[in-house]
């Protein structure tokens, strides 16, 4: 929803779940990495560089007057926003979250825009959409325990990018909540559109008008596919989550809640719970180490 409503603005292009700018490099040295030839043809095939929408000639062509691989997504990205008849481009990557330093040091003009929501409505989202090898589906623990995956693997997400951005310097990194931005978007997009450096237009809020979605509702689709205005309680842990499942996301990520500024709900978590917490957390931290292993050994893809 971020996304689409900062790609509105006339002046600000902001692509869709790339993913390749960490991807490409991976395993290679970060810092002023010069571009080769090779490097180039690791970006273009990677699956979802074409995201972008840059043809290969046109990929190809990009790197001629680029002398590094911070230079040449630089010159993508510039590229992208021309296609699109705008001067700005962004990206729109959550897994980018853990790569803030990363990103920092390719590109240090870069600004992180960082929206964070409630977890515990997180979760009841993820269990929509997460599935066997599909983002935290992927974990053994889904099968038996999926709220103590999602309470784990929200907070993996969330606590790297808060706590690396609340540590850079001013004006490089903005926070925003998903509770607030759908409540009442003016205000949180008026203070973006400053931090961004853009003036405030209207057609933020206005990003779903001419959608196929709004024009002829589906009570099939979801708020994503249905292209929903900003809508608020599309989630509401406090009605739709059962209070075993509340009391063990609080129990393994209540101490995130509260960093971001969300109350806990259940003022002493039951015994029962509080060890079958710990026994989620070692299984965790046993499926990341072995799924880990098997990325490095062959016998498995990264996730995407």
């Known amino acids: ?34 571009l080769t030839p090779e490097l180039v043809e690791r970006v273009i095939g990677y699956h979802r560089f074409h995201r972008l929408g840059i043809d290969d000639d046109l990929a190809r062509t990009l790197a001629i007057g680029a002398q590094t691989y911070a230079g040449y997504v630089g010159a993508l990205y510039g590229a992208y926003a021309i296609a699109r008849g705008k001067g700005i481009a962004g990206e729109k990557t959550p897994d980018y979250v853990r790569c803030i330093p990363l990103l920092d040091r390719l590109f240090p003009w870069a600004r992180f825009v960082h929206i964070v929501r409630d977890g515990r409505d997180v979760a009841l989202s993820a269990l929509d959409w997460a599935g066997e090898g599909k983002g935290p589906g992927r974990f053994a623990l889904w099968s038996t325990e999926p709220i103590a995956v999602c309470a784990l693997w929200w907070r993996r997400q969330v606590e790297p990018g808060a706590r690396v951005g609340r540590s850079m310097a001013a004006g490089r990194y903005r926070e925003i909540r998903y509770e607030t931005l759908v409540s009442h978007p003016e205000p949180p997009l008026r203070g973006l559109c400053s931090f961004l450096g853009l003036p405030y237009d209207v057609a933020m809020e206005r990003f779903h008008d001419g959608h196929e979605g709004v024009t002829q509702p589906d009570a099939r689709m979801d708020a994503k596919k249905a292209w929903l205005p900003a ?52 299984l965790w931290s046993e499926d990341r180490r072995v799924t880990r292993d098997r990325i490095s050994s062959g016998r498995m893809q990264p996730p995407v």
Not at 5 to 30: C, E, R, S, W, Y
């Open 1 to 34: 929803m971020l996304q689409r409503m900062l790609d509105a603005h006339p002046q600000l292009a902001v692509a869709n779940d790339t993913h390749f700018i960490p991807k490409a490099i991976a395993g290679l040295a970060d810092d002023d990495l010069p």
């Open 231 to 282: 809508t608020p309680g599309l989630r509401d842990w406090r009605t739709a989550m059962e209070p075993r499942d509340v009391a063990l996301f609080e129990a393994l990520a209540g101490d995130t809640l509260v960093e971001l500024g969300y109350e806990r709900s259940v003022p002493r978590i039951p015994r029962d719970i509080v060890k079958t917490a710990e026994r989620c957390a070692e």
